[in-house]
């Protein structure tokens, strides 16, 4: 079976910073891989670990820039990355659910996997949309925010639970070919060992530009504006305490007791 | 041109959950500026009790899809895309629950309409504004969604629910559904059960990933100690591992109402918040200042939890 994991390098906005125009100023940004598609790499790999998978290929929508963010998804056992950019995709403000679903379909049909896993949202954009969107392209089954995954290779289905709000567990059997988006807390992602970075090194990253899968820039052609970006208004009163850590403490030791919660 | 509004309720093992009467009030908003109706649609389960109680001031129709007994995402498309089909209508509000993001992205492309989820405000004036957040909170953002036809789904908890019996007419509608599907609920399973209940807890102290490492779990437990208070944790703190399931406040752990939440470390994402809000009074140490549990927060500490905490321990031993 090969499992294909989407990838992305999602931004991070520094404690302090600006925003200029409907866009965070680019210094105030660090870059990382996608908290929830650390855990999709994962379990994929622990797949092909385990025996089912012979494959893991990550794809990624991303500048040259995140190729870093892509070796250590190869460092921990992806065997090779393709990453879809060209013009047109740098110069789209937001990228919506439907152009993530039309390139990662158009890569799908290329790669041909049994299996696709995505983290359930991203960190940066949060649409949360794009795994079940795609499966519904493809014509694939689908499972959203699985956190247990039990393959059953023989029988073509994968028995999951979908964690639902307040505690409670879904338990789903879902069919062969399936899109999964993976919650956080499914595994314990590992570190990328040395070995595991070195080997990276040699390991592919195919650049592919929209052409190259089969798509024009009508692609790119987005439904969703942003017209604005703003820091929230704070609604709060909250009253805080100054001073050293000493003092704060001592300020809040006495409404602790003022609340009669401690002595 | 259509102008109308459906909104497709959520329930779970019997009960219409509150995100629905939510969608009702966002959806009435909605249907009043496009000057349209607001349809309901509710999908499966006892649908003729859901149908009188999702009956509220604003709705003009129910229609009832009497097929399975629990949420069904192939169903839920299916049915969503034949009401779509029958009501045209010009915008589908849908839950940004777990099952809303389950359903919700297949019913947008099957039907080939722009979708923008977790909404936190809609609003129409000629053409649909969304309200949505980035960034983990830090940034808002207004979304203009083109096309004639969109779908949005919204945050739980940020419209109030609709309440008053209204005047809807409600009906079986008949969706037509192929209920040989490619995924089966097969069950249920309650999580999170164990030693301590922190939803019937007094005073909680609450970590986050503020604590960094394992290593330094030890500190707040003398804490908790000193305090005697219960110890409970934002998701992270679980995920590593570093305390069971059951300690997990927030929307997919438990929901706590003590009279003080002591949040240490911890930034205030929204899922979190949705487990901890209803708290008497909320007390946040964090670095950041411009952590989001500080908006929420009635006293707050911006400083180094390994610097305030040690401070806090000697006060009450």
């Known amino acids: ?263 | 041109m259509s102008s109308d509004v459906l909104a497709v309720a959520e329930h779970r093992r019997g009960e219409i959950r509150d995100v629905s009467y939510e969608l009702i009030t966002a959806g009435h908003h909605l249907a009043n500026d496009t000057g349209g109706d607001l349809h309901l649609a509710v999908i499966g389960g006892d649908t003729e009790r859901f149908g009188e109680d999702l009956n509220r001031e604003g709705v003009d129709y129910v229609h009832t899809v009497s097929e399975g007994e629990e949420f069904n995402h192939d169903i839920y498309v299916q049915a969503v895309e034949a009401l779509h089909a029958e009501l045209d209508p010009e915008v589908v509000l849908m839950p940004n629950s777990v099952n809303g993001l389950d359903y919700a992205p297949a019913v947008a492309n099957r039907l080939d309409i722009p979708l923008a989820t977790d909404a936190v405000g809609v609003d129409y004036d000629g053409g649909l504004t969304v309200t949505r957040e980035m960034y983990g909170s830090k940034v808002e953002t207004t979304v203009e969604v083109g096309g004639d036809q969109q779908a949005v789904t919204i945050r739980g908890a940020e419209w109030p629910a609709a309440e008053g019996v209204g005047d809807a007419e409600i009906a079986e509608f008949d969706a037509d559904i192929d209920t040989d599907v490619g995924s089966t609920v097969t069950g249920f399973e309650e999580v999170g059960s164990g030693d301590v209940d922190i939803s019937e807890a007094d005073f909680i102290v609450s970590i986050g990933r503020g604590i960094e490492e394992e290593e330094n779990l030890p500190l707040i437990e003398d804490l908790v100690e000193a305090l005697d208070a219960t110890l409970a944790s934002s998701r992270p703190i679980v995920d590593n591992g570093w305390l069971p399931k059951n300690r997990q406040v927030g929307q997919s752990g438990k929901v706590v109402t003590p009279k003080v939440y002591l949040a240490i470390g911890i930034s205030g994402a929204v899922q979190h918040v949705a487990g901890m809000k209803g708290s008497d009074t909320i007390v946040a140490v964090n670095t950041d200042p411009n952590a989001p549990i500080f908006d929420i927060a009635d006293y707050g500490i911006v400083g180094d939890l390994f610097e305030v905490v040690p401070e806090l321990i000697e006060e009450f031993e």
Request: hydrophobic content about 40%; charged content about 30%.
């Open chain 1, 1 to 263: 079976m090969k499992v294909l994991v989407t990838v992305k390098e999602v931004a991070e906005v520094a404690d302090d910073f600006e925003i200029e125009g409907t866009e965070v100023g680019e210094r105030y940004l660090e870059y990382d891989l996608n908290e929830w598609d650390d855990y999709a790499v994962e379990e994929a790999v622990q797949l092909k670990e385990d025996g089912p998978a012979e494959e893991v290929v990550t794809v990624t929508i991303g500048p040259e820039r995140a190729e870093e963010t892509i070796r250590m998804a190869l460092a921990k056992g992806a065997d090779r990355a393709i990453r879809v950019w060209d013009d047109a995709l740098a110069e789209a403000e937001l990228l919506d659910v439907e152009t993530k679903t039309n390139l990662l379909a158009a890569v799908v049909e290329e790669e041909d996997p049994d299996l696709v896993l995505t983290g359930v949202q991203s960190g940066d954009d949060n649409f949360g949309a794009t795994g079940v969107s795609l499966a519904d392209q493809i014509g694939f089954e689908w499972g959203a925010v699985v956190n247990a995954l039990d393959y059953d290779h023989d029988e073509g289905v994968a028995h999951v639970h979908r964690e639902l709000e307040g505690g409670v567990e879904e338990l789903t059997d879902i069919q062969m070919p399936a899109v999964l988006t993976i919650q956080t807390g499914i595994n314990e992602p590992r570190y990328a060992s040395l070995r595991g970075i070195r080997q990276a090194q040699s390991k592919e990253i195919a650049p592919k530009t929209l052409a190259d899968v089969g798509l024009d820039a009508d692609a790119v052609e987005s439904d969703l504006t942003l017209t604005s970006m703003y820091e929230p208004e704070s609604e709060s009163d909250v009253e805080l305490f100054e001073g050293d850590a000493s003092e704060t403490a001592g300020r809040l030791a006495e409404v602790l007791r003022e609340k009669g919660v401690a002595e």
